[in-house]
């Protein structure tokens, strides 16, 4: 199977636990469970809407990240986007977690604007 993963993050390393506040995503390509070139890409300004149009826009076929509002996570959905919530630390062990079908959306939905801090 092959899927392109989405991963906002600060550092190259660990999964940023709130989408909009991501320097980068880094966008791992996976064919036959086996990770094939993973990607770095500055998003735009964070607006409702633009994230979700710019990880489709690249492709992906998964977003993993801490958490983000119930509009976001809808339009993902809209976009064939699957959204896995929740996730924290190094974005190698979730994309493996994840190949495996080990790691699970644990629902953390923001309830929020994107100006206020989310508890995930």
Same mark, same amino acid.
């Given at each position: 199977?092959?899927? $392109? %993963?989405?991963? @906002?993050?600060?550092?190259?390393?660990?999964v940023?636990?709130?989408?909009?506040?991501?320097?980068?995503?880094?966008?791992?390509? /996976?064919?036959? *469970? $086996? /990770?094939?070139?993973?990607? !770095?890409?500055? @998003? @735009? &300004?964070?607006? &409702? *809407? /633009?994230? &979700?149009?710019? %990880? $489709?826009?690249? *492709?992906?076929?998964a977003?993993?990240?801490?958490?983000?509002? *119930?509009?976001?996570?809808?339009?993902? $959905?809209?976009?064939?986007?699957? /959204?896995?919530?929740?996730?924290r630390?190094?974005i190698?062990?979730?994309?493996?977690? !994840?190949?495996?079908?080990?790691?699970?959306?644990?629902?953390? %939905?923001?309830?929020?604007?994107?100006?206020?801090?989310?508890?995930?």
């Amino acid at each position: 199977m092959d899927m $392109k %993963v989405a991963f @906002p993050t600060n550092d190259r390393a660990t999964v940023e636990e709130h989408f909009g506040h991501a320097k980068e995503f880094a966008f791992a390509e /996976v064919t036959d *469970g $086996k /990770v094939e070139a993973t990607v !770095y890409v500055i @998003p @735009p &300004p964070h607006a &409702p *809407g /633009v994230i &979700p149009e710019f %990880v $489709k826009s690249q *492709g992906a076929t998964a977003i993993i990240t801490g958490g983000m509002g *119930g509009m976001a996570v809808q339009m993902f $959905k809209d976009f064939g986007i699957d /959204v896995i919530l929740g996730a924290r630390g190094s974005i190698t062990e979730a994309l493996d977690f !994840y190949i495996s079908g080990n790691l699970e959306s644990t629902g953390s %939905v923001c309830n929020h604007t994107h100006d206020e801090n989310c508890d995930h």
